[in-house]
T-cell receptor, first 114, second 114 residues
Framework: DAGVIQSPRHEVTEMGQEVTLRCKPISGHDYLFWYRQTMMRGLELLIYFNNNVPIDDSGMPEDRFSAKMPNASFSTLKIQPSEPRDSAVYFC????????????FGPGTRLTVT | AQSVTQLDSQVPVFEEAPVELRCNYSSSVSVYLFWYVQYPNQGLQLLLKYLSGSTLVKGINGFEAEFNKSQTSFHLRKPSVHISDTAEYFCAVSAPRGAQKLVFGQGTRLTINP
């Protein structure tokens, strides 16, 4: 299995631009998570899905952030408009219902907003 | 709600020396506990987990951890470290009913010196 795939690996954009991060979970996994990692705040859960349905988005910082999961093999995290404080590494993780709670993380997308 | 405190932000040790990374948690209910490792420029990988049963848990790469309910701790140990263990280590907690959501500590950077 290829593991969780994220794209792009690096993104540099200017303030005000729209940014879309993409994630392909491990085939057969029922849960998908989006995390953000910064030096100041550490690892934060933004949102998670179960069977493509958003379950908890309480970690989404503000309305500029949105996430979708149109099917079991694809999810996006969109920031519109982006701001410098959004600069972080964004991780996607997936979990199979029978995997004893282990989350499998992707390599992350490093976002820099100038 | 659950929270995690990793008491050391950085731990330098010499190769082949033993190491202990400390983790304390706070929760009003029973918990599941996890240790993840993050190598440079990579996503997180599960080292070990405690769900129930024996309080001494063995994981990958020779690591082990002991769950201590009375001290609300879940310290990670390795009797002899290698250069390849240089990484950031994260302790995480979840409540069984909400086991989809992981709350991470701030991380401990382990540096192995030759």
């Amino acid at each position: 299995d290829a593991g969780v795939i994220q794209s792009p690996r690096h993104e540099v954009t200017e303030m005000g631009q729209e940014v879309t991060l993409r994630c392909k979970p491990i085939s057969g996994h029922d849960y998908l998570f989006w995390y953000r990692q910064t030096m100041m705040r550490g690892l934060e859960l933004l949102i998670y899905f179960n069977n493509n349905v958003p379950i908890d988005d309480s970690g989404m910082p503000e309305d500029r952030f949105s996430a979708k999961m149109p099917n079991a093999s694809f999810s996006t995290l969109k920031i519109q408009p982006s701001e410098p404080r959004d600069s972080a590494v964004y991780f996607c993780a997936s979990r199979g219902d029978r995997s004893s709670y282990e989350q499998y993380f992707g390599p992350g997308t490093r976002l820099t907003v100038t | 709600a659950q929270s995690v405190t990793q008491l050391d932000s950085q731990v330098p040790v010499f190769e082949e020396a033993p190491v202990e990374l400390r983790c304390n948690y706070s929760s009003s209910v029973s918990v599941y506990l996890f240790w993840y490792v993050q190598y440079p420029n990579q996503g997180l990988q599960l080292l070990l987990k405690y769900l129930s049963g024996s309080t001494l848990v063995k994981g990958i790469n020779g690591f082990e951890a002991e769950f201590n309910k009375s001290q609300t701790s879940f310290h990670l140990r390795k009797p002899s470290v290698h250069i390849s263990d240089t990484a950031e280590y994260f302790c995480a907690v979840s409540a069984p009913r909400g086991a989809q959501k992981l709350v991470f500590g701030q991380g401990t950077r382990l540096t192995i010196n030759p």
